[in-house]
């Protein structure tokens, strides 16, 4: 993966916000992926229209801090290995 890669949701997965829950989860036929508010943010930002570099961009500025990237994409990588996001 580069910041130039363009993550989005991976095929058969849907992101939503479960007010019960007080998080957003990541559906999928077989189950239900509940995740902290970290990972909510990055997934709700892969859309498959920006790229990882502008998703990490983007959160700096929305949460007002810097260096994000290093565990954006650490986040990334490992939500690449569950399938939950694809690359475009």
């Not at 095929?11 to 916000?17: A, E, K, V």
């Not at 709700?44 to 929305?62: N, S």
């Amino acid at each position: 993966m580069t910041a130039s890669d363009v993550p989005r949701l991976g095929s058969g997965f849907r992101l939503q916000w479960e007010a019960a829950q007080d998080c957003h989860v990541l559906l999928y036929p077989e189950g239900m992926v509940k995740l902290n508010q970290s990972a909510g943010e990055i997934l709700k930002r892969c859309d498959g229209q920006r790229t990882a570099g502008e998703i990490v961009t983007d959160l700096e500025t929305a949460f007002d801090t810097a260096g994000l990237a290093p565990d954006v994409f650490a986040f990334m990588d490992i939500a690449a290995q569950q399938r939950w996001i694809a690359w475009d």
